[in-house]
C-alpha cells in the first residue's frame, strides 16, 4: 500500500525548475497560470467525480427497481428472471463503485491536495524573491508572507471546487432529473422549479459573498501584518513602553477583521434560511404530486420511493453545494487579494539576453547617472566618476546626500533613471542581477541576520566553505571568541548556536564581527563598506579596521562612512552634496581646500588631525 501511495504522491513536482514569470492579473488568468503543471490531474479528478454521480444515480434506479419488483414479482420465478441484473447491480455496488471512489481519493488526496498548493507557494515565493527593494519597503513581510500562503490556498480551493462540485452536481442533477422523468415525468416539475429558485437564491447570496470574502481576505492579512511587524521590532517595541500602543494597532485590525466576519455570518444565516424553506417546499410539493399520481393510478410504488429518496439526498446535497459555493467565493476572494501582490511586475528585470558578469580588473564607471526614487527629486544627478582598478574610495557627505544610493544603484537594487553605469566596461543593467552581486561584498551600517546558526550566516558569503574557512573567516573578523562562547535555547554552541530573527540573541557589534566574516569568506573582487565599523567599540574597531584593510588588498572598495578617521587613507576622497559630486581629492588635499571636507573634518576632529594609528599631527 505504501507505494501506491508514494506512486500517486510523486505524480507531480511541487517545485518545478523553470524561472518563474509575472503572474496575470486577471482572475481566470491567474487560475490557470498556477494550475497548468496540475492540469492532466485536476481533470482526472473531474472525470472520477462525474463517474460517482453517475453510479450513485444507478442505484437509486436500482432501487426503484427492486421495489417495482418486490411488489409486482413472482417469488417462484424471481431470482431466475432477475439474476443478471442483480449480480450486475452487487458488482456495481460492491466493487465497481468503491474502486472509482478509491481512485478518486487517491489523486484527490495523494495527487492534488499537498502538491498543487505547494507548486504556487513555490512559484510565488520564487517570484517575490526577485522583487525589488521598493517593493519590500512598500510592504509588511508578514503580509506578503500571509498572502503567498492563503493564495495558494485560494487558488487550489477554487480551481478544485468548480471542477469537482460543478462536475459532480450537474452530473448528479441531471441524472436524477432523467431518472425521475423516466418515471414519472410530472415527478419532475418539483425538482425544475426548487432548481430555478436554488439559482436565484445563489445569485441573490453569492455575489454578496464574495464581495465580503475579498475584503476579508485583505483584512486578515493586514491584521497578520500588524502582528507579525510588532513580534519583528519587539526590542524597539520593549524599549520605548510601548506594548499598550501595539495592542491599540494591532487591535484596530483585528476589529477591521471581525467587522467583515459579522456581515458574512448575517449573509451565511439568510442563506441557510432560504435554502431549509426551499428544501421543504420540494419536500411538501414531491410528496403531495406523488400522493395525487399514485391515487389517480398514475405513478408507481417504485416513483415515489425514488422520488422521495432524491429529496432526501438532494436536500442534504443542496446545504453541501451552498456551502461550497460560498466557500468557493471565499477562495476566489482569497485569490484576488493576493493576486494584488503577488502579480505585480518586478521593477528590476534581467535583460533578455543578460550575460554573467566577468570581473577581470573591478573598474567601475558612473557615466552621467541620474536616479531618483518614484516621484522624488533627482537623489543623484548627472554624475560622472570614474573608479580604477583596486582603487580605494571613501565617499563624504551629510545624510541625504546620496551615498547610500550610490551602493544601492551599483548593486542595481534600483535601476537609474539615467546614464550609464559600468563594471570593466559592461553596463550593469546587462548582465545578469546574481552575477553582479556575486563580485559584490557589502557590510552595511544595519546588519541584519539569518535566523540561523552562526555556522550558516558566515558560510552564506559562500555555501560551499569548509568549516576551516569558516573558522578562518571568524578569526579575521575577530569573532571566533565570542562565537565559542555562544548557546542558544536548545543547546546548541558555538556555531552551531541559532542567532534569532534578525540575529537579536548577539549584540550589535557580534552581529557586525559576524557579518565582516561573511565577507571574508566571501572574498569578492569589489567590497562596498557602508558605515561597516559603525557598531564595534573602539578597541574592536581598532583590530577589524586593520583586518579590513588587509581585505581591501587587490580589491576595488567603495567605503562609507560619517567618522571621517575611519576612511581619512582611502586612495581618494569623493565629497557630495545634494547627488552630486562637490569635491574629490585624498584627505590632505580636501583638508587644505577648506571646503566641505575640511569643515566636516574640523567639526569631528576639533582641530586636530588623527591619523589611524593614532597619533595627532
Known amino acids: 500500500m505504501e507505494k501506491i501511495l508514494s506512486w500517486f504522491e510523486n505524480r507531480i513536482e511541487p517545485f518545478p525548475t523553470e524561472e518563474p514569470t509575472q503572474p496575470p492579473n486577471t482572475l481566470m488568468a491567474f487560475l490557470w497560470h498556477y494550475s497548468k503543471g496540475i492540469w492532466p490531474a485536476l481533470s482526472i479528478m473531474a472525470l472520477l467525480g462525474m463517474s460517482v454521480a453517475v453510479f450513485e444515480i444507478m442505484i437509486f434506479g436500482y432501487l426503484g427497481n427492486v421495489v417495482e419488483w418486490l411488489s409486482t414479482a413472482d417469488r417462484a420465478t424471481f431470482m431466475e428472471q432477475e439474476r443478471g441484473t442483480l449480480i450486475w447491480m452487487g458488482l ?356 541584519s541576520l539569518l535566523h540561523r546558526s552562526v555556522r550558516d550566516n558566515i558560510a552564506y558569503g559562500r555555501p560551499d566553505a569548509t568549516d576551516d574557512q569558516i573558522i578562518a573567516a571568524a578569526k579575521k573578523a575577530n569573532a571566533h571568541e565570542f562565537i565559542l562562547g555562544l548557546e542558544d535555547s536548545d543547546g546548541n554552541t558555538a556555531y552551531d548556536a541559532q542567532v534569532g530573527e534578525r540575529g537579536v540573541k548577539l549584540s550589535g557589534g557580534q552581529r557586525q564581527r559576524v557579518a565582516i566574516a561573511r565577507v571574508f569568506l566571501k572574498d569578492a573582487p569589489i567590497l562596498v563598506l557602508d558605515e561597516a565599523t559603525s557598531a564595534l567599540d573602539s578597541e574592536v574597531e581598532a583590530v577589524i579596521q586593520e583586518q579590513l584593510f588587509n581585505l581591501m588588498e587587490g580589491k576595488t572598495v567603495l567605503a562609507i562612512a560619517h567618522r571621517l578617521s575611519t576612511i581619512a587613507n582611502m586612495d581618494r576622497l569623493i565629497v557630495l552634496d545634494q547627488g552630486k559630486i562637490v569635491e574629490q581629492g585624498t584627505h590632505d588635499e580636501l583638508v587644505e581646500q577648506g571646503g566641505l571636507y575640511g569643515s566636516l573634518w574640523s567639526r569631528q576632529s576639533g582641530g586636530f588631525i588623527h591619523t589611524l594609528d593614532g597619533d595627532v599631527e
Do not use: C
Open 92 to 447: 456495481v455496488i460492491l466493487l465497481i463503485i468503491p474502486v472509482v471512489k478509491l481512485v478518486w481519493s487517491l489523486v484527490l488526496h495523494q495527487t492534488v491536495i499537498g502538491n498543487y498548493p505547494m507548486i504556487i507557494r513555490w512559484q510565488a515565493h520564487r517570484y517575490m524573491l526577485g522583487q525589488s527593494m521598493g517593493f519590500y519597503q512598500d510592504e509588511f513581510a508578514g503580509r506578503v508572507a500571509t498572502k503567498v500562503m492563503q493564495t495558494a490556498l485560494g487558488v487550489r480551493e477554487s480551481v478544485m471546487k468548480v471542477l469537482d462540485v460543478f462536475a459532480y452536481v450537474t452530473i448528479y442533477f441531471l441524472g436524477a432529473l432523467v431518472l425521475i422523468a423516466s418515471f414519472d415525468f410530472y415527478l419532475m416539475l418539483p425538482f425544475v422549479v426548487w432548481l430555478v429558485f436554488y439559482i436565484i437564491t445563489l445569485r441573490f447570496f453569492l455575489p454578496r459573498m464574495s464581495k465580503i470574502a475579498r475584503k476579508q481576505a485583505d483584512a486578515r492579512s493586514l491584521m497578520t501584518g500588524r502582528v507579525v511587524d510588532s513580534y519583528t521590532n519587539i526590542s524597539t517595541v520593549k524599549l520605548f513602553a510601548h506594548a499598550g500602543r501595539e495592542l491599540t494597532y494591532a487591535k484596530e485590525s483585528m476589529t477591521g477583521f471581525l467587522d467583515t466576519v459579522h456581515p458574512q455570518m448575517r449573509l451565511s444565516t439568510g442563506m441557510m434560511f432560504t435554502l431549509g424553506t426551499l428544501n421543504n417546499l420540494l419536500l411538501f410539493a414531491v410528496g403531495a404530486i406523488a400522493i395525487t399520481q399514485w391515487l389517480n393510478g398514475e405513478a408507481t410504488v417504485a416513483a415515489v420511493a425514488v422520488a422521495a429518496a432524491l429529496v432526501t439526498r438532494l436536500s442534504g446535497m443542496a446545504h453541501w453545494i451552498m456551502w461550497e459555493m460560498s466557500g468557493l467565493f471565499e477562495n476566489i476572494g482569497m485569490a484576488m487579494d493576493g493576486m494584488s501582490t503577488i502579480a505585480r511586475k518586478r521593477d528590476v528585470t534581467d535583460a533578455l539576453d543578460a550575460k554573467p558578469l566577468a570581473v577581470t580588473k573591478g573598474a567601475i564607471d558612473f557615466k552621467s547617472v541620474t536616479f531618483k526614487y518614484d516621484k522624488l527629486g533627482s537623489v543623484i544627478s548627472d554624475m560622472n566618476l570614474s573608479i580604477g582598478s583596486g582603487e580605494k574610495i571613501g565617499l563624504i557627505g551629510r545624510s541625504g546626500a546620496g551615498k547610500t544610493t550610490m551602493m544601492n544603484i551599483l548593486l542595481r537594487l534600483y535601476d537609474i533613471n539615467e546614464g550609464e553605469l559600468l563594471i570593466d566596461g559592461q553596463n550593469v543593467a546587462k548582465v545578469t542581477q546574481e552575477s553582479l552581486r556575486s563580485q559584490i561584498a557589502v557590510v552595511t551600517q544595519d546588519t
